[in-house]
């Protein structure tokens, strides 16, 4: 995966000088070069503090007990869609925090949750790096997860001068709870012909 983003953006960037070259524009690309890599750097530091503080706040909740806790209550939900993981294990405890963290709007800081959660799951079902259904299933829901407060969207509103940053928010849930739907019910329609094929 790793290889084939590498490959992506040097893609990218080749493209980018063989056509401003091509098309004479070569001193456009370095203007925009200079200019968005200042603008990258600004945008990762005002990402950074939001990060730090929600990453401290799951960790906090690991280490408090809360986790367990969210399992247990979302439990009735992780049972029908995981199925064959262990509700109180380190898989299910790790992708209900990402679900949470998703649920706030928080896709940068539910990242490394996501990632925790489909490690444990290949552990706990021994799948020796092919999808299971849970990890099917936890992809599609942390894609097309239902966000109720879009928290780094509003941010980014607010820095490009959006006076009402939350009005997105009707439109946010029916996007999100339209492809949440679409999502799991794609999943699941198509889960035997995964298990046929592996």
């Given at each position: 995966m790793t290889a084939m983003m590498n490959y992506i953006?040097?893609?990218?960037?080749?493209?980018?000088f063989v056509f401003a070259a091509l098309t004479g524009r070569m001193d456009k690309l370095s203007e925009a070069a200079m200019t968005?890599?200042?603008q990258a750097v600004t945008l990762l530091l005002s990402l950074?503090?939001?990060?730090?503080?929600?990453?401290?706040?799951?960790?906090?909740?690991?280490a408090s007990g809360l986790?367990?806790?969210?399992?247990?209550?979302?439990?009735?939900v992780t049972r029908r869609l995981f199925h064959g993981l262990d509700p109180d294990g380190e898989a299910v405890s790790a992708a209900t925090m990402n679900l949470v963290a998703n649920f706030l709007g928080l896709g940068n800081a539910?990242?490394?949750?996501?990632?925790?959660?489909?490690?444990?799951?290949e552990k706990e079902q021994r799948a020796n790096g092919r999808a299971t259904d849970a990890m099917a299933m936890f992809i599609v829901l942390n894609t097309?997860?239902?966000?109720?407060?879009?928290?780094?969207?509003?941010?980014?509103?607010?820095?490009?001068?959006a006076s009402v940053p939350l009005d997105i928010l009707p439109a946010t849930w029916l996007a999100s709870?339209?492809?949440?739907?679409?999502?799991?019910?794609a999943a699941m329609l198509l889960a035997?012909?995964?298990?046929?094929k592996q």
């Open positions: 953006f040097a893609g990218m960037v080749l493209f980018s968005q890599a200042g950074m503090g939001m990060m730090c503080m929600w990453n401290g706040l799951m960790r906090v909740a690991q986790t367990k806790h969210l399992s247990r209550l979302l439990s009735p539910a990242t490394p949750l996501g990632i925790k959660a489909v490690c444990a799951m097309a997860s239902i966000q109720l407060i879009p928290a780094t969207t509003a941010m980014l509103r607010v820095q490009a001068g709870g339209v492809s949440l739907a679409a999502g799991i019910a035997p012909l995964r298990r046929k």
